[in-house]
């Protein structure tokens, strides 16, 4: 069989599996609507089975609000009770005694329902409602836990826009737990699929649905702030939170569409999935700041190994790929069986890329917590002093760009992986790119150049972060180092980037030390013995200040005479400070030396201005 004769079946394949998607959906439509028609006589079916119980619809809904009324009632007196009495305590022990006062609330409400029906259906329905008051709990306490677990306890209580974003929340999600109960309540009464429908619709998803929406548009701001987290933030974080909103309200009117389209054909999701999928959408942010915060305690201790370090910043990722899992399990998994797909084989390549991801977060995070390790034991006081523009020493330069290495080998091995996951032959991809690779180094000799010169100016430990050096085009502090450039910022706020390639020579002014010489005029009769010890008397006092001491190395001391210009002695004077503190240091020895020279009437003598004589002009030519 030729291989246009594959690929031809391949796309009659497909075009065959559209029509049948598209087949069944406009069945399953037309099914629907025509249920719709048949409502009045499957409400007077549900009204029999009602009565062949000796039962109805009043003393049904009577009993229910008597079982939530007396199932509520008792959880929030024993609520009140714990919050009095244990309010202070650990935080453990008040979680098991409210799981305490949620249990006994609902034993409180299945004897009631038991002493108000008979066993069988209308007891299975009062049972059902004391079960989804004790759920309606749970999930509130649950979402306003995690909406403000990550603000301080003492600001806690004063997040008025928190608490109100909680509050429209809680009648949102109260509202879709109602409507499950009320649609199981339907089908444990095996009500006919069109009243059930109905109710799924028109009384469940799409109320819940808008009530969703618009509590993410009126706490927009609420939300944007809470997904931000605190300070300082990164800038994805930031343009997460902008536009985190737009995204939630996107996502509600996706999973709105999919949960109509599978219940049109014929694989209705559980009316659980919209109240997960809800919190997983709505709450994640939050457990991800909630993660963050719990990860990052403790990291830079020394009894904390390099893999627990990692294992704990892998744990947001793990949020992260457990909720688009649970997603994928609750949405997609009717929508494949009814589109027609292999269950087992989305299940298994769901897993496997599930586990390359988390493997490729744990080695990405070990070589994160090793680069921050690496980094702190070779510049222990940069962080401490927020210093970030300081100096770092050789391995905290080459260290980030080995690290940046690293993780890209990383990313672009798991996103192999998970194409090999996919049945992808990934070895023409891989020799077409290294083909291409080729050309680009036969056809930029430039860049080339950049690299290795670059390459060998780091071995060669030429320069490092926060020096300031000086090439042949540029001079500055160094602010980035890349694969091919290095960036250069200027005493004004300019930067330069300059390719190594052009770099040439470099001046280096940040390393071990840096020796100061200041030249002093002074009358040739001045007394150049006193001028040494006041110079000597300068650099003692220097030498003891505690501000300046730490960055002298060697103290300001006299040179003695330098030069003899027209009558006038030149002094000369020194002193060696680690580099870039000097010019604190310079400004106190001239303060210093100012006031010696006033108080010992030493004159200072200031350099002579030389004038460039016009040329004469001769006289009498003519």
Sequence with gaps: MSEETVVDLDVNSAIAAVERVAEGFAAGLHARFSALSELPNEWDSLLHSMAAVSTSPFYLFSAVALVIALTAGTLLILERQVKIRHDASAGGRKFAMDVAAAAVALAVGLIAARFLAPPGLPLRTLRLWSVATIVVYGVLWLTRLVLMAWRRPDVRRHSFHMLALSRDLSIAICWAIVGIALVTTLQIWDA?????????????????????????????????????????????????????????????????????????????????????????????????????????????????????????????????????????????????????????????????ITVIALLAAFLWNIIGTVTSRALQGAHPALAADGALDAPRSRLGTIVPLI??????????????????????????????????????????????????????????????????????????????????????????????????????????????WVIEKLTFRVAFDTDVELVRKLFKKIGQDIAADPELAPDLIEPFKSKGIGDVEDGTLIIRAAFTAKPGKQSMIRRTVLRAVQNAFRENNIQAVPKPMTATAEPETAAGQG
């Design 192 to 352: 006919a699929p069109g009243l059930r429908d109905l109710t799924r619709t028109v009384l469940m998803a799409v109320p819940t649905y808008l009530l969703l929406a618009c509590v993410v548009w009126h706490h927009k701001r609420t939300m944007a702030s809470a997904v931000a987290g605190p300070r300082p933030r990164s800038h994805w974080r930031n343009r997460l939170a902008r536009r985190w909103p737009a995204i939630s309200i996107g996502f509600l009117l996706i999973t709105f569409i999919s949960s109509q389209a599978a219940l049109t054909m014929g694989t209705p999701l559980p009316g659980s999935a919209v109240i997960v999928t809800v919190l997983m959408l709505l709450l994640t942010p939050h457990l991800d700041a909630m993660i963050a915060n719990w990860a990052q305690r403790k990291l830079e201790a020394d009894h904390i190994s390099v893999p627990a370090a990692a294992a704990r910043q892998t744990a947001r990722f793990t949020i992260l790929i457990g909720t688009v899992a649970m997603v994928g399990t609750l949405w997609a998994t009717p929508l494949a069986m009814g589109l027609g797909f292999q269950l087992r084989n989305v299940t298994r390549e769901a897993f496997e």
């Design 403 to 512: 690290s940046a290495v690293g993780k890209s080998s990383i990313l672009a091995l798991a996103l192999l992986s998970v194409l090999i996951s996919f049945g992808v032959n990934v070895w023409p991809l891989i020799t077409g790119l290294s083909v291409f690779g080729l050309a680009i180094g036969f056809g930029s000799q430039t860049l080339v150049k950049d690299v290795v010169s670059g390459l060998f100016f780091l071995i060669d430990d030429a320069f490092r972060f926060g020096e300031y050096i000086e090439t042949s085009g540029a001079k500055g502090t160094v602010e980035k180092i890349s694969i091919r450039s290095v960036s250069l910022r200027s005493s004004r706020g300019s930067i330069a980037t300059v390719p190594y390639g052009q770099i040439g020579k470099i001046q280096n002014f940040s390393r071990d």
